[in-house]
């Protein structure tokens, strides 16, 4: 297929989003990604949902398009995506689809689809599928050769068993821990209270049904929608609490006196975990890190690499350099002897065996410095995204500029990170530095610079 020949996009940084019954999520629309998806993948496919209302019509519809090109499928029900992605990989699938708006409200819904080798597809894969799909190059089965459907029901419980496999489940049960765990009412309701119960973990559960109404909180773990368990933490007796997202790739943790834990810290304290005891090792993650990660990374031994904002681009790294650990400040935290992806019940059973052998999560926590982070936003049109920002590389001078991804710039006490969305017409202005007060004065500053640039 002529990938040369670019299409236009259906894929974006997290497979294909929308709002559910229009043109661009509805049940005829993914009847046709169904086909361009058999078509490309030509085998065995597996598809699984999180827990949202529309998953049923959509799967119906996709998994239709699928068979329609002879290829079979293995329905694995409501399960994380992180268990689909570890059961494609493990039973060689020619390919993996999960119907999955993660962290979006309930009226969105997408298909993310997967690589044999578990890992979220590739944007070279994911432009032969869009061709497929608008050409309507689709692969016709005759009518002996029609694809199956037929359930996979296994998969949850096989994705647990691999956890228990990387984790010191003697020491965990030992340390006789009790959790507060929050499923967001998705996924992760089939398969993080079953990864406890096999540790001997003692936990209470919130939001524990799958609810495609999401009527405990929406399924982004912001503080916000955290309320609920901290306050539960906060009543004393559990050595951690955890949230997950709609689709549990993503874990966010609160410590045993109930403060929040921003997705950075849990990734600074794994990684300076796994370096210490690995004598070493590089860590990788995204340019919108917080510094507190280098910073833990350095005094366990180890470095760490930069790469540009998204998990599929941290993965991808983790695997070309042999990284130890990786991930994003978002609660996306990737175990390499595990899978090549984000992986929230993979985080709980790490903070859980690093509690157990070193001690209360508070106290650990001390040792991670912290910093204060602003985020803001200014209006830019996107035809001159790219000179704006290529003029504030060229005219910073004095310090470190980093151009991975944005415009970074390493200024004595902090950085900024000036982004260019690539949905809206804005750029994103983040900074970071010791205290809130300069950290908003920075964002301030360069808000004004780049405003400055914007105008010519
Ligand atoms: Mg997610």
Known sequence: MAAEEKAPRLFGTNGVRGVVNTPQMDCRFALRLGMAIGTFMNGTVMIATDARTSNEMLKSSCVAGIMATGCEVLDLGVVPTPAIQYAVRKKGAAGGVMITASHNPPEFNGVKCIDPDGTEMSRRNEETIEFIYHKEAFERAGWESIGRSRPYPTAAEEYVDGILAKVDGAAIRKANLRIAVDCSNGAAAYTTPRLLEKLGVRYVTLNGD???????????????????????????????????????????????????????????????????????????????????????????????????????????????????????????????EHQYCRDGGMSVAAIL??????????????????????????????????????????????????????????????????????????????????????????????????NQLIRG
């Not at 990788?284 to 990374?297: I, L, Q, R, W, Y």
Request: hydrophobic fraction near 35%; charge should be negative.
């Open 210 to 336: 799958p609810n495609g109404a999401f009527p405990g909180h929406h399924s982004e773990p912001t503080p916000e929608n955290t309320e609920e368990l901290v306050n539960l933490v906060k009543q004393g007796g559990f050595d951690f609490g955890v949230i997950h997202d709609g689709d549990a790739d993503r874990s966010i943790f609160v410590d045993d006196q109930g403060r929040y834990m921003y997705g950075d810290r849990s990734l600074a304290l794994v990684a300076y975990n796994r370096v210490l005891d690995m004598k070493g090792g590089l860590v990788v993650t995204t340019v919108g890190s917080s510094m507190c990660v280098e910073d833990a990374v350095k005094i366990g031994g180890g470095t760490v690499m930069y790469t540009r904002v998204g998990s599929p681009v941290v993965a991808r790294a983790m695997m070309e350099t042999g990284a130890v650990f990786g991930g994003e400040e978002n609660g996306g935290l990737i175990f390499p």
């Open 353 to 450: 065996e690093i509690i157990a052998k070193n001690g209360r999560l508070s106290d650990l926590l001390e040792r991670i410095p912290q910093y204060s982070q602003f985020k803001t936003k200014t209006p830019c049109p996107d035809k001159k995204k790219e000179s704006v920002m290529a003029k504030l590389a060229a005219t910073t001078e004095g310090v470190r500029v980093d151009t991975t991804d944005g415009v970074k710039i390493f200024v004595e006490d902090g950085w900024v990170l000036v982004r260019p969305s690539g949905t809206e017409p804005i750029f994103r202005v983040f900074t970071e530095a010791k205290t809130p007060e300069r950290a908003e004065a920075l964002a301030g500053l360069y808000k004004k610079r780049v």
